[in-house]
């Protein structure tokens, strides 16, 4: 058994894409027998640089875990007095979350005080090395904290090859990105699509999660313009707050003149709904112009629907093509053919079979077993 403290999001975070799994995560440790901490965020980010509408959650707290909310992203004292306390813990194996290099300072300096006990190994899972919306400052940023740590999980091969601009020689492990199997099961289409007051003789895309400009919305709405689709029985559903500028996606679609085609629920999406938007679609649509992995492919992986994802990151990597869904180029017209295709071929059965077997290839025993191996290399 070893001792686990694992630094980044959860509860009273909202449970977003890192919060999820890292709670996952600790509870796949936690069942191995582990003795697992998590260290999250009283501040995770300032208010004046958080584009949402709330950072903490109205869900009760996850069972089973030990969260501690300790860490205050701006504060360099919060930073030193953390890893100091957590360096007391005598911890085996650290597993810190980096995502963007605004945290670098803060992660980077906790992880350096903390392993200073001559006992703790300290391991990064790495969503994203270079960003996907760049500033100046990044590359400083992200060496601070690559020399922070000891060893590597990357969830894709472009990840991987990323770290490697700022460090070929610490130990590192390719691991996909895990099921998100934590959302409950599929319910009836018809009882899904009820409690979201949806009509049943439409056909529903959904384009789920935080709304970035690199996610792409755009190119799925100039879709929805083409002509065949706009006078179709399909509609896009899309489900997600606006973390980017809500006016210019609603002057889209007016200019676009397609709001007949959207519906638009884009308020946060809680924890106990995820499931009752992927049991309403027919097709999970991702049109991202930019992209390392997505928790959303790994959702929609886990209630069998299939998807239409563009040739960016892993994302034909975890989505092999005519197998779990359509990839196709960055393109509108690319993605409205691809979307006609699906349904003219009625390719719904056949790829959501296929699925089964292709979402064995992901599992958290996998993550949580590569995460081992590389502590073992340090």
């Known amino acids: 058994m070893a001792r686990i403290v694992l630094i980044g999001s959860a509860h009273p975070l909202r449970a977003g894409g890192l919060a999820t799994f890292n709670e996952r995560l600790a509870d796949e440790f936690v069942n191995a027998g582990h003795d697992v901490i998590i260290y999250t965020f009283s501040l995770q980010y300032p208010s004046v640089f958080f584009p949402g509408k709330s950072q903490l959650s109205d869900e009760p707290p996850p069972e089973k875990l030990n969260i501690k909310v300790k860490i205050n992203s701006v504060n360099p004292i919060n930073w030193v007095m953390v890893g100091k306390e957590i360096a007391g813990l005598k911890p085996d194996i650290i597993i810190v979350r980096y995502w963007i290099p605004f945290m670098s300072s803060c992660l980077g300096t906790i992880c350096r005080k903390a392993s200073k006990n001559n006992n703790t190994k300290v391991i990064a899972i790495t969503d994203n090395v270079i960003p996907h919306e760049k500033r100046f400052g990044d590359k400083a940023l992200t060496k601070y904290f690559v020399n922070s740590v000891d060893g590597f999980i990357t969830l894709s091969e472009s990840v991987m090859n990323d770290l490697k601009k700022f460090d070929k020689q610490k130990p590192r492990k390719l691991c996909l990105h895990p099921l998100y199997d934590n959302f409950g099961d599929k319910l009836d289409k018809q009882e899904a699509l009820k409690k979201l007051k949806l009509n049943p003789d439409y056909k529903y895309l959904l384009f789920f999660g935080f709304i970035r400009d690199y996610k792409g919305l755009d190119l799925l709405l100039k879709a ?18 606006f973390y980017a500028d809500e006016k210019y996606y609603l002057k889209l679609i007016d200019d676009l003149n397609i709001n ?10 809680s924890n106990d709904m995820v499931a009752t938007y992927f049991s309403a679609a027919d ?12 928790g959303v492919t790994q959702i929609a992986y886990h209630f069998n629907v299939p998807m239409v994802v563009t040739n960016v990151g892993a994302l034909p990597e975890m989505v092999p093509d005519m197998k779990a869904g359509l990839v196709v180029d960055v393109d509108e017209n690319e993605i409205a053919n691809a979307i006609k295709l699906y349904f003219e071929k009625n390719l719904q059965n056949t790829l959501s079979n296929t699925i089964i077997e292709e979402k064995k290839r992901f599992s958290w025993g996998k993550l949580v077993d590569s995460i081992i191996e590389v502590s073992k290399e340090i």
Request: charged fraction near 20%; proline fraction near 2%; hydrophobic fraction near 40%.
């Open 260 to 269: 007949d085609s959207i519906i638009l629920h884009t308020n946060f999406i």
């Open 283 to 294: 097709l999970v649509v991702q049109p991202y112009k930019d992209a390392t992995q997505s």
């Open 224 to 241: 929805m313009a083409d002509k065949d689709l706009k006078n179709s029985n399909i509609k896009a559903l899309i489900a997600g707050e």
